[in-house]
Every structure is written in structure tokens, then in C-alpha cells.
């Protein structure tokens, strides 16, 4: 059975750094795309970062949070990192992790460019 779960989420300081982790399980990903969204307080989930398997396509970013986010993966491990820097309490929200089919490209920042989802974790950035 394929299976997406986040890690990593937690209560944070504003200023500091946090990396969130996606593992993936259940079959091979080659050819898929792997995506960050989130849910933040009083809005639709919004894309934050893509990256794929094979480097089928180049990793990219929100325009919001695209200087302060580097999205990275281990294959070997089937794992794929989310990490936020300079953390501000907009940042606060349910942050996912999708794995998709690359059908064709351009698709990362829409939900419907992914298949399976983890189940979220909680980000919570407060002093």
C-alpha cells in the first residue's frame, strides 16, 4: 500500500530554521513529481515547493516563500525535505506532503498534479 507521512512539524521560535520530512513508501516513484502544500489559519491550502524523483523537472517555489525555502530529497532513503528559514508566524499552518504521476509538466503547484497525500503536520510559529 502506498503510504506518505510528514514529520518534523512542532512549536517554533520566529527566526529560527525548521526542516520537514516526507517519507514515502509502498512502490517506486520514479517518474513522480513530490510537493509541499499548505494550510494556513483563514486560507486555501497554497503550493509551497515541488521537486521530483528523477529530475524530470527543476525544483521550484512559491513566489511567497521562495527565499526562505529550500526543497530537497535522498532518494536512496525515499525521503524528501522541506526546509523554512527565517520562520514568521504567517508561516503557521498544516503542511502536506503529495507524490504524483509527472503526466506533463508545469503541474507541481496544483493539487491535481498529485495522487497520494500524507496526513499533515502541524507548524506552529510563535514567541
Known amino acids: 500500500q502506498v503510504r506518505v507521512v510528514e514529520s518534523g512539524g512542532g512549536l517554533v521560535q520566529p527566526g529560527t530554521s525548521l526542516r520537514l520530512s516526507c517519507s514515502t513508501s509502498?512502490?517506486?516513484?520514479?517518474?513522480?513529481?513530490v510537493g509541499w502544500f499548505r494550510q494556513t489559519p483563514g486560507n486555501e491550502r497554497e503550493f509551497v515547493a515541488a521537486?521530483?524523483?528523477?529530475?524530470?523537472?527543476?525544483?521550484y517555489y512559491a513566489n511567497s516563500v521562495k527565499d526562505r525555502i529550500t526543497i530537497s530529497r535522498d532518494s536512496a532513503k525515499r525521503m524528501f525535505y522541506l526546509e523554512i528559514d527565517s520562520l514568521k508566524p504567517e508561516d503557521t499552518g498544516v503542511y502536506y506532503c503529495?507524490?504524483?504521476?509527472?503526466?506533463?509538466?508545469?503541474?507541481?503547484?496544483?493539487?491535481?498534479?498529485?495522487?497520494?497525500w500524507g496526513q499533515g503536520t502541524q507548524v506552529t510559529v510563535s514567541s
Open positions: 503529495g507524490v504524483g504521476l509527472i503526466r506533463r509538466v508545469g503541474m507541481g503547484n496544483n493539487e491535481g498534479g498529485y495522487d497520494y
Open positions: 509502498g512502490r517506486s516513484f520514479t517518474n513522480h513529481r
Open positions: 521537486i521530483d524523483w528523477s529530475a524530470i523537472e527543476n525544483p
